[in-house]
């Protein structure tokens, strides 16, 4: 479909859930003057809210009636943009419409999943379709997993103008102030309802290579686990697992594999999270690791799930305003190469990972879509960021703030 018909660039779909107000805010204070943009939800009352709420740019901004159940509704919101961004999940319930409607209409797409089953059902169903007509669709442009894949991405960038090589081992070292909303706690119980309901699906997840476009071809490199015990590194600093090394980690070897194994076809990728150094880091580094396994265990049994849901934020809610300025992430990978040299690449910005530095992700790689396509790498269907748009991607989110940097040790 021709952009002179679509009378948007950028739609921003879920506008009334709590990330998809931090996006919208977001686009007020930073899109570029005269950028078309729209709101679209299921309810024009509650649109009509979040507008009048938003910075003085927002008060023109088109508002679209759409809901995932109603594949109309989405067709016509796709086929009136160049871009939808969408914030409404659990994407395993809501998403596969959307990212279908998208790519039929030729239309670029963005989500904040941190779901590996929806992103496999999603490349499924939508890859080929979306080569045909040229669209992008990309997902997990926030927190997962925007500083996991540039992060590797521009440390291969300089490991090959370097003359270094391929990467060898890559171990990315995340720490952050943040917190959870409700919606990502039930993406969480989606996605365990799901393996629990097709036991088959575990060794889906299980697998480090589960979203790359071709399993076969993938090389037999060991990769590291997700979820290993606490750890302690070389300079004496703890660690435990990190919740989102699951799709972070299949995010990173897709943009691999989409590449032409670029970043080296011997690459072994692992994250973990930092949480101090001496007794108290090993104290932590337990208490976290314990209390990861036992609320995936309690969400995975119904009477302890019904209890945690008492307790537990409810979708649409999240951490309060000043929660989210005081928060903030970091995120050090460091590299072998092929030729034994090593880098180290940094990552970090200000704001709650998940919500404020997420909305500035997602933000900025919506607008990357809808303006900046002569500078896109050419390419199309079931994309990531790194693949999609990356230098580009690395460029706004560095005018916005975020620090991505690496130095050759």
């Known amino acids: ?44 009352t509650r649109l009509e809210e979040v507008r009048s709420a938003l910075p003085a740019a927002a008060r023109q901004w088109d508002l ?28 395993a319930r809501y998403g596969l419409p959307v990212v279908e409607a998208c790519a039929r209409a030729g239309t670029h797409y ?25 669209a992008r669709i990309v997902h997990s442009c926030g927190y997962d997993s925007i500083p996991s894949d540039l992060g590797v991405f521009i440390l291969a960038r300089r490991a090959q103008a370097d003359g270094a090589g391929g990467l060898r081992d890559v171990r990315l ?18 996605q365990i309802e799901e393996m629990l309901g097709d036991r088959s699906l575990r060794r889906v997840l299980g697998d480090p290579f589960s979203l790359s476009p071709d399993r076969d071809a993938e090389p037999d490199t060991r990769q590291p686990s997700d979820a290993g015990p606490p750890a302690r590194l070389p300079d004496g600093r703890w660690t435990a697992p990190f919740v989102m090394a699951s799709i972070n980690t299949r995010i990173v070897r897709r943009s691999n ?34 209390g990861l396994l036992g609320a995936l265990a309690a969400l995975a049994f119904p009477p302890t799930r019904a ?9 649409g809610e999240g951490p309060s305003e000043e ?15 092929e030729d034994g040299r090593r880098y180290r690449a940094v990552v970090a910005g200000q704001g709650d ?23 896109l790498p050419d390419a199309a269907g079931s994309l990531t960021p790194a693949t999609a748009m990356g230098e580009v991607l690395v460029e706004r989110l560095r005018t916005a703030g975020h620090t991505y940097e690496v130095t050759a040790l």
């Open 1 to 44: 479909m021709a952009d002179s018909a679509r009378t948007h660039d950028l739609v921003v779909f879920g506008a009334t859930g709590f990330v998809g107000r931090l996006l919208a805010e977001y686009l007020a204070e930073h899109a570029p003057p005269g950028t078309r943009i729209a709101l679209a939800g299921r309810s024009r």
């Open 64 to 91: 679209i009636e759409a809901d995932s159940g109603d594949p109309a509704s989405l067709t016509a919101m796709a086929e009136s943009t160049r871009v939808v961004a969408t914030t409404v999940g659990p994407y």
């Open 110 to 134: 963005a989500d904040l999943t941190g779901e590996v089953l929806f992103v496999r059902d999603a490349i499924a169903r939508a890859d080929a379709v979306a080569k045909d007509t040229g």
């Open 173 to 190: 070292v995340a720490t952050l102030r943040g917190g959870f909303s409700g919606g990502t706690i039930d993406s969480m119980r989606v």
């Open 257 to 290: 594999a989409l590449q032409g194994w670029a970043y080296g076809r011997g690459m072994s990728y692992g994250e973990v999270m930092g949480v101090g150094r001496g007794p108290a880091g090993a104290v932590t580094a337990a208490a976290v690791t314990g």
């Open 307 to 315: 209890l945690l849901d008492r307790f537990l934020p409810a979708p």
């Open 323 to 337: 929660a989210r300025r005081n928060g903030w992430f970091k995120s050090v990978l460091e590299a072998g190469t």
């Open 353 to 375: 990972p998940g919500y404020a530095a997420t909305a500035v992700m997602l933000g900025e790689s919506a607008l990357s879509l809808a303006l900046d396509g002569d500078r």
